[in-house]
């Protein structure tokens, strides 16, 4: 059974950054798509960013281009959310997941492994 596990989160100040990893075992995360998103308090989840399995194309949702960058490290099967210039608005507990997903992977219905999530929390 294939797992997903979620760290780095935690609490900043606007402007701050955090890293968050997503971290599988029981398969290798290079053989799928690994999408991170996110869910708000009252909100649904939304796609963040997603790294596709063949090219390594990396998406990502238009507020956080230029702020989130996504990354893969295959030799510890691991997918890093690197955050920077956080915003309140980013506030909301992460999740990655991972599935057989091409290039629209940013639509979390296409993922049926999920982790447990990590809470990212942005206030002054």
């Known amino acids: 059974q294939p797992q997903l596990v979620e760290s780095g989160g935690g609490s900043v100040q606007p402007g701050g950054s955090l890293r968050l990893s997503c971290a599988a075992s029981g398969f290798s995360l290079d053989d799928y798509t690994i999408g991170w998103f996110r869910q708000a308090p009252g909100k649904e989840r939304e796609g963040v960013s997603c790294?596709?399995?063949?090219?390594?194309?990396?998406h990502y949702k238009d507020s956080v281009k230029g702020r989130f960058t996504i990354s893969r490290d295959n030799a510890k099967n691991t997918v890093y959310l690197e955050m920077i210039n956080l915003k309140l608005e980013d506030t909301a507990v992460y999740y990655c997941a991972a599935d057989v997903v091409g290039d629209y992977c940013l639509t979390d219905h296409l993922y049926d492994n999920w982790g447990q999530g990590t809470q990212v929390t942005v206030s002054s």
């Open positions: 790294i596709t399995r063949s090219h390594g194309n990396a």
